[in-house]
């Protein structure tokens, strides 16, 4: 009789076509390639190196996105993104532009990511497209470049800590409060290498945005991926977004864990993660006088619709305070536009907000946005590394509830009180 | 496949930032950046005065942990190593070693081989021989996949050599 798998164990057996488990290795068919303006540049230098004018492995299973420095912000940034539209022309693969949005997104908006598919890039949040079932892994360029002529790369199979999230979410509660009282217990090196699976009621009743959060923050555990057992709010994405048919992806009984984590989550209060560590992580009361002097709500795990929405819903005739500054940037176009649809741009530009076109935005140094030495800011990504958003400044991260109550009073603010 | 040459040993947690400092990341030439190799580690500097080709790494647990940067495994291969003998290596850094050909082996008492050793590694079978001290150790070896990957001289000179 066939051993239970895990939900990894699942995808790599069917994409390496035998039977593995945690701790094999094996070689993986794979269906999407992805490189970005950043990475992408030294992924071709070393393609071409390595294979000259040779064809890439399907031209529609290779994407290139731009999603990091849109629009080049130098000539550098613009002699990189001109090497990328000519090797994407030379090739017919496909290119995402400088008006599209931060390229996970879009290739889940474009129907090119499916449960059990398994996706490369040069992103380092590529597994974010767990959120989809799907395992995504951001490599090295020789590993992109060699997948690019090949179509297939070599893999460990992960051990997988099951994480069960156990109660309802509380109402102002969202899955960026989750996924940092989980790092505050896992910490930053807490599942490295390790694959994740969550289950329990809370992530059944998760929906398809918060997933995206969930997933995209395994990367601060040092986690390979994240993978959520699905709801129907995976299939109606798909289903939108024209993905074609598709298997559900769900763990087998009997797998075996290296370890399984319960949490619960009903008794959860607002929190943030104060500088420097992502897993650094207090209660938002006990934080709320230190002083905010800008705002931002994007990036890849929190620049969903239903994020932005979050934010206005707070936002809605007010304004913020004279002291902060707060830009907000839709993950993608079909966000963005979503969002204007709905009279989020009105509420935001009311409130005194900058608007800026679709990405990654104040993810890094490289957007507009950077702070001055002292300056502090509130933001809605995924990482507070010292350093990474200008000298001497100090980066807190919360969901977007938080960060839109904050920008309204000048200081850290529980959104409850908002 | 053997590989023999004279041992010089590093301790436990030889970070990436120690192998190679993250100051020469800009650099791109090979012969360059291998004479960084070892560099930020304690002992780095009589290592890139004094050490000459095939010669064999020895180090604790965890070699090559922190930033996944492949400068390291470069550096090191370009400076004339042949093979690196650790107690256990980072993930990264053992993926980065098979994609850029750096053979490596794990075994479990590393100490036991001193600086200057006469040392030789049948990467295959894992056995290592130690003609100094006339000892033989059982070592690791990598799996089958990560073997022919490395012996082919990484991933893109065996993707070549497959299609």
Known sequence: MKRDQTMIEKIFSRASGKDVFAGDYAWLKLNLVAMRDFGGPNVVQEYRLAFGDRKIFNKDQVAVTFDLHIPPRDEKVAVNQQLLRQFAKDQGAKLFDVNTGIGQHILMESGMVKPWDVIIGTDSHMNLLGAVGAAGFGMGTTDVAGAMYKGSLWFRVPETIKMVLNGTMPAAISSKDIILHILSVVRTDGALHKAIEFTGEAVLKMPFHDRITIASMVTEMSGEIGLLEPNDSVKDFLDKHKAGPFDTLTADNDGIYESIMEFDISKLAPLISCPHSPDNVERVTDMKDVKVDQVFIGSCTNGRYEDLASAAGILKGKKISNTVRMIIVPATMEVAMQASNAGLFDIFMNAGVVITNPGCALCTTGHPGILAPGETMISTSNRNFHGKLGKGASVYLASPATAAASAITGYITDPREA | MK??????????????????????????????????????????????????PHAVIIAGKNFG?????????????GIGIDIVIARSFARIFRRN????????IEMDEPTRIKNNDDIEVDIITGKITNYSRNEVYNGHPVSPLEMDIMQAGGLLEYLKKMC
């Not at chain 2, 942990?65 to 291969?77: D, L, N, Y």
């Not at chain 2, 070693?97 to 490596?104: E, K, M």
């Open chain 2, 97 to 104: 070693a098979v994609n850029t050909g750096l053979a490596i």
């Open chain 2, 65 to 77: 942990c922190g930033s996944s940067r492949e400068h390291a495994t470069v550096a090191i291969k």
């Open chain 2, 3 to 52: 590989i023999r040459g004279r041992g010089w040993c590093f301790g436990d947690d030889i970070d990436t930032d120690q192998i190679y400092p993250g100051k020469y990341l800009p650099l791109t030439d090979k012969t360059e950046m291998a004479k960084h190799a070892m560099e930020g580690a304690e002992g780095g500097m009589d290592f890139i005065k004094g050490v000459k």
